[in-house]
DNA sequence: TTATAATGTAATCTC
DNA sequence: GAGATTACATTATT
C-alpha cells in the first residue's frame, strides 16, 4: 500500500476536494480497506428513516414538548432545564440515539459529486448505480432502507446547460416528457436532472414572485404611513 | 397548449424564432405561474459570484463547438447566440429581488449589526427599530457602499443561546417546525436562524464524523505498513 | 487564520 | 406537481 493511495484517500473521504477525475480504483480501494471499520458508535439502532420515520425523527422533540398543554399557555412547558435536562438528568439517557443518518454512512457512498457537464463527457461511475435510482420498487426499498446512503450525488451543471435550460424555461416552464427527453440527449443529463431542474426552478420563479408581492404591500404599507405622518 | 410543437423548442434552432412566436396563451400560462417575463434569475440570484460573463461565455462556446466535431458530429445547429438569445437582447429589466427583510431602507432601522442576545431581551428582527441597536458606526457603512448588499448581516450569537442551541441538538438534530418555532421564541430569534443554525450544525457533525473516520483509516493504513515492515 | 453564519440550489419526502 | 425540508458546496464575516 502506497502513499499514493493514502493521499487519495483523503481526498476522497476526508477533504472531499475531489470532485472530478477519481476513479473507479480509488472507490474499490476505499471500500476494502476502510468499510470495515468504520461504523462508528452508535449501533445503529435506528438507521433509517424507514423503521423510523417522520414521527420518531421527532422524538426527542415529542418528548420535549409532552409536558406542553394547551396550545399556548405560556412558555411554560418548554424551559430551559427541561431543554438542558436539568430536571430530569435521566431522561435523555432513555431516549435513543439521537437521529443521526450520515454516521452509518458508507464512505464510498458518500462526498462524490456528479460533474455534469456536456462537453466533459465525465459521467462519474456513480451514473452505474443510476440504475438503482430509478423509480423501481426496489428503489424504494432502498431509499427506505436508508435514504441518506441512496442520495444522488450533487449534480454541477454547467453555465452551458444552465443557460440552455434557463431559455427553454422561459419559454415553457412546464416541459413534457419529449421536451425533456430531448434537452437530456442534448445536454447529455438524465431525464430525471432535467424534470427536477424544472421542478426546482417554477419553486423558485414562485417564490420570488411572492416575495416581490410582499415587498410591493409592504412599501405600500409604509407610503401610507409615511403620507399619513407628513400630515 | 398552442399549436406550435413544443417539442421543436430542444432544436434550438427554433428557439429564438419561437420566442417571438408563442401564443399569447402559452405566455398566459408562464405569467400565472409566476411573473413578469423573464426570469428573475439573472440579477437575483446570486450575489457576487454570479455576474458571469465574458470568459464563461467564451468557454461555453469553445466547449460546445468541440463537441460537434468530436464524437457527436450531428447537431449542427446548436448554437450558443440563438440559445443565449444574444440575437435579442430583450426584456430582461424586471424583477423581483429575493425577500431581504433587512435590507430594506427604513431610515430608522437599518444597518446595524444584529445581536442576538437572551440575556438582554434583545428582539433581533431588524423590523422592530425600538429594539435593535448599533454597535459601531462602521457597521453602518458597511452594507450602504459595499459591494455586497443584501446578505444578512452574521448573527452573533450569544454564549447562552449557543448552549441550549447545542443542548437541544444532542437530543434532536432535526427540530420540527414546533421546537423550531418555540426555541425562537425562548432565544429571540428569528426562526429562520435556527433552522439555519441547525443546518449547519449537522454539516458541521457531519464534517467531524468524517474527520474521525479518516484518522481512523489513516490509523490502520500506517499501522498495515509499519508491521509491514516489521517482517 | 479558523470557525461558522448565510446563500443558492440539487435532491428528497409528503401530499 | 407543489411545498417544505435536507444536504451540500460556497461565500463571506469575525
Redesign the pocket.
Known amino acids: 500500500m502506497s502513499s499514493i493511495n493514502l493521499s487519495k484517500l483523503v481526498q476522497l473521504d476526508y477533504l472531499?476536494?475531489l470532485?472530478d477525475s477519481v476513479s473507479p480504483e480509488d472507490n474499490r480501494l476505499l471500500l476494502q480497506v476502510g468499510t470495515p471499520h468504520l461504523d462508528p458508535e452508535l449501533p445503529a439502532v435506528q438507521g433509517p428513516?424507514a423503521e423510523i420515520?417522520?414521527e420518531d425523527?421527532q422524538m426527542a422533540s415529542v418528548t420535549v414538548s409532552a409536558h406542553q398543554n394547551g396550545p399556548m399557555p405560556r412558555q411554560s412547558a418548554f424551559t430551559i432545564d427541561s431543554i438542558l435536562g436539568l430536571d430530569r438528568p435521566d431522561q435523555r439517557t432513555v431516549l435513543s440515539a439521537p437521529y443521526r443518518?450520515?454516521t452509518d454512512m458508507k464512505p464510498a457512498c458518500?462526498?462524490?459529486?456528479?460533474v455534469?457537464d456536456s462537453d466533459a463527457s465525465v459521467d462519474l461511475r456513480v451514473n452505474e448505480d443510476s440504475k438503482s435510482?430509478s423509480k423501481s420498487p426496489a428503489d424504494?426499498y432502498r431509499?427506505?432502507l436508508n435514504?441518506?446512503i441512496?442520495?444522488?450525488?450533487?449534480?454541477?451543471?454547467s453555465s452551458v446547460q444552465?443557460k440552455i435550460l434557463e431559455s427553454v424555461f422561459q419559454v415553457n416552464?412546464?416541459?413534457?416528457i419529449d421536451i425533456r427527453e430531448e434537452l437530456a440527449k442534448k445536454l447529455h443529463l438524465d431525464e430525471?436532472?432535467i424534470?427536477?431542474?424544472?421542478?426546482?426552478?417554477?419553486?423558485?420563479l414562485?417564490r420570488s414572485h411572492r416575495e416581490s408581492q410582499f415587498l410591493m404591500v409592504k412599501n405600500v404599507l409604509s407610503d401610507l404611513q409615511t403620507s399619513r405622518e407628513e400630515r
Chains 1, 2 share one sequence.
Open positions: 472531499s476536494a470532485r428513516h420515520a417522520p425523527l443518518p450520515w458518500q462526498n462524490r459529486r456528479v455534469a435510482y424504494s431509499r427506505t435514504w441518506y441512496g442520495r444522488r450525488p450533487r449534480t454541477a451543471f444552465i416552464s412546464y416541459p413534457g430525471d436532472r424534470q427536477i431542474w424544472f421542478q426546482n426552478r417554477r419553486a423558485k414562485k
